[in-house]
């Protein structure tokens, strides 16, 4: 499958609200409630992103993969809270393209990045998504013993940080 990646536009980011609703769905069912799978909407969630991207844009990078005229999957990076650190914030693929070399490209991509900002890279995981620990893990991420709860849909969920030198 080829995709095409490319840094995200002002009219990229009410679809990536959708992707990453129901990227979200699909990767935390079994995970979370459905309740807490379905807080929000596809809207509201491109709100979410085009307010992050108006105060963030001057320090974070929004790239999109499509396939076609088909938004696949998206990654978002910045620096992390501590100094020197880059921070992996979101990497979600569509649904359908799940398991076809859109996330690999999309991390392939950031990597480099997140190496401009800092010589190491965090992210956060869902400490029981495996699928996604696995992901991390055979791209050289080690869960580095750092954990932290945060809410998905106002359910508490347990979050494991991976790290890496980049």
């Given at each position: 499958m080829s995709v095409q990646l490319r840094p995200a536009a002002d009219d990229d980011l009410f679809p990536i609200g959708d992707l990453h609703y129901r990227s979200r769905a699909c990767a935390y069912a079994g995970i979370v409630s459905p309740d807490a799978l379905t807080f929000g909407s596809p809207a509201a969630l491109g709100e979410w992103w085009s307010e992050r991207w108006h105060w963030?844009?001057?320090?974070?990078?929004?790239?999109?993969?499509?396939?076609?005229?088909?938004?696949?999957?998206?990654?978002?990076?910045?620096?992390?809270?501590?100094?020197?650190?880059?921070?992996?914030?979101?990497?979600?693929?569509?649904?359908?393209?799940v398991g076809k070399g859109v996330g690999r490209a999309l991390m392939l991509d950031a990597l480099p990045e997140l190496g401009r900002i800092g010589t190491r890279a965090v992210l956060w995981v869902l400490a029981a998504n495996s699928r996604a620990r696995c992901f991390y893990e055979r791209g050289g991420w080690v869960a580095d013993g750092v954990t932290r709860v945060e809410a998905i849909g106002n359910e508490p969920v347990d979050q494991v940080r991976y790290s890496r030198t980049v």
């Amino acid at each position: 499958m080829s995709v095409q990646l490319r840094p995200a536009a002002d009219d990229d980011l009410f679809p990536i609200g959708d992707l990453h609703y129901r990227s979200r769905a699909c990767a935390y069912a079994g995970i979370v409630s459905p309740d807490a799978l379905t807080f929000g909407s596809p809207a509201a969630l491109g709100e979410w992103w085009s307010e992050r991207w108006h105060w963030e844009r001057d320090t974070h990078r929004l790239t999109v993969a499509v396939a076609g005229d088909v938004l696949a999957g998206f990654t978002y990076l910045g620096p992390a809270e501590e100094d020197g650190v880059a921070e992996l914030s979101a990497i979600h693929a569509d649904p359908a393209f799940v398991g076809k070399g859109v996330g690999r490209a999309l991390m392939l991509d950031a990597l480099p990045e997140l190496g401009r900002i800092g010589t190491r890279a965090v992210l956060w995981v869902l400490a029981a998504n495996s699928r996604a620990r696995c992901f991390y893990e055979r791209g050289g991420w080690v869960a580095d013993g750092v954990t932290r709860v945060e809410a998905i849909g106002n359910e508490p969920v347990d979050q494991v940080r991976y790290s890496r030198t980049v």
